[in-house]
């Protein structure tokens, strides 16, 4: 494995919530003149910093990456995982894209999105069409099957009085990866939280709604990733989804044996060196 670029920091005036406050982004920047933008759409929980591998894996082949840290989590201001609105993240990744372009001169602006970063990644696409060349998509959350009902019946229930209402997600850490390395630094990683608004459940509930409403109609070509082994965004899920997409322009990639975050996986090799092959096929 190639060692990866250092970043530089970026923070963003968030003048598109009510409470503003900063977004704040990683950007590697290749040592050659970039060919094209990528922004990295982070999961529920995380931040940017998860990705400093891949981000700078592709800054070394000639891409700007650009890793915003939502509203709500990593070095963002927020409180820990509340969120307004769905549309919230999107203009956190509109910020982003205005930002990238504003220093890389009306490049091609491609989208990689991970788990509730890939539903929001599908949904900046589906509504934002002239700014996205394509989207690549690991484990998309595109349902809440995984999610209990009674915490989406307690979210609907107590949405209109307290919709900044925080739960704990549960979420069984073993199943996010094979590799017992990368687990251990995340469950030591102080940016990241198990906290979930009422509020946000519902932004995601609008966000599937909303995607699964307009897919056989998605503008822009798709790469879905999803790991075989998957118990958190069950593969056989995605897959039935992944025909909803157009004829065209669309690819499925299932990693054998992998599990929910392929970022961070035994496997990421091999998911980082696919996403590069399929950015250069649709960049060129």
């Given at each position: 494995?190639?060692?990866?670029?250092?970043?530089?920091?970026?923070?963003?005036?968030?003048?598109?919530?009510?409470?503003?406050?900063?977004?704040?982004l990683?950007?590697?920047?290749?040592?050659?003149?970039?060919?094209?933008?990528?922004?990295?759409?982070h999961?529920?929980?995380?931040?940017?910093?998860?990705?400093?591998?891949?981000a700078?894996?592709?800054?070394?082949?000639?891409?700007l990456?650009?890793?915003?840290?939502?509203?709500?989590?990593?070095i963002?201001?927020?409180r820990?995982?509340?969120?307004?609105s769905?549309?919230?993240?999107?203009?956190?990744?509109?910020?982003?894209?205005?930002?990238?372009?504003?220093?890389?001169?009306?490049?091609?602006?491609?989208?990689?999105?991970?788990?509730?970063?890939?539903?929001?990644?599908?949904?900046?696409?589906l509504?934002?069409?002239?700014?996205?060349?394509?989207?690549?998509?690991?484990?998309?959350?595109?349902?809440?099957?995984?999610?209990?009902?009674?915490?989406?019946?307690?979210?609907?229930?107590?949405?209109?009085?307290?919709?900044h209402?925080?739960m704990?997600?549960?979420?069984?850490?073993?199943?996010?990866?094979?590799?017992?390395?990368?687990?251990?630094?995340?469950?030591?990683d102080?940016?990241?939280?198990?906290?979930?608004?009422?509020?946000?459940?519902?932004?995601?509930?609008?966000?599937?709604?909303?995607?699964?409403?307009?897919?056989?109609?998605?503008?822009?070509?798709v790469?879905?990733?999803?790991?075989?082994?998957?118990?958190?965004v069950?593969?056989?899920?995605?897959?039935?989804?992944?025909?909803?997409?157009?004829?065209?322009d669309?690819?499925?990639?299932?990693?054998?044996?992998?599990?929910?975050?392929?970022f961070?996986?035994?496997?990421?090799?091999?998911?980082?060196?696919d996403?590069?092959?399929?950015?250069?096929?649709?960049?060129?």
């Amino acid at each position: 494995m190639e060692s990866f670029l250092p970043y530089r920091e970026v923070f963003l005036e968030n003048d598109f919530s009510r409470k503003g406050g900063r977004i704040f982004l990683r950007v590697f920047s290749p040592h050659i003149a970039p060919q094209a933008v990528v922004i990295v759409s982070h999961g529920f929980g995380e931040h940017s910093g998860i990705y400093v591998e891949f981000a700078g894996y592709l800054a070394q082949h000639g891409f700007l990456v650009v890793c915003p840290d939502f509203p709500g989590h990593g070095i963002s201001s927020g409180r820990r995982g509340v969120i307004d609105s769905l549309d919230s993240y999107l203009l956190c990744l509109d910020a982003a894209r205005i930002w990238a372009e504003s220093v890389s001169d009306g490049l091609s602006v491609f989208v990689v999105g991970h788990s509730m970063g890939g539903l929001i990644a599908a949904c900046y696409a589906l509504f934002r069409p002239e700014y996205v060349a394509a989207v690549a998509l690991s484990a998309p959350a595109l349902s809440l099957d995984g999610v209990p009902s009674w915490q989406r019946f307690l979210a609907n229930s107590v949405m209109r009085l307290f919709p900044h209402f925080r739960m704990h997600v549960r979420l069984n850490l073993p199943d996010l990866s094979r590799d017992p390395v990368a687990l251990a630094r995340l469950l030591s990683d102080p940016l990241c939280h198990n906290y979930g608004s009422v509020s946000m459940l519902k932004a995601m509930e609008d966000g599937i709604t909303r995607f699964r409403e307009n897919a056989e109609r998605y503008p822009v070509p798709v790469l879905l990733m999803q790991g075989e082994f998957d118990r958190i965004v069950p593969a056989d899920v995605n897959m039935t989804l992944f025909d909803l997409f157009p004829s065209t322009d669309k690819e499925l990639r299932v990693y054998d044996g992998a599990f929910h975050h392929l970022f961070i996986d035994l496997c990421r090799e091999e998911v980082q060196a696919d996403i590069l092959s399929w950015l250069k096929s649709i960049a060129i």
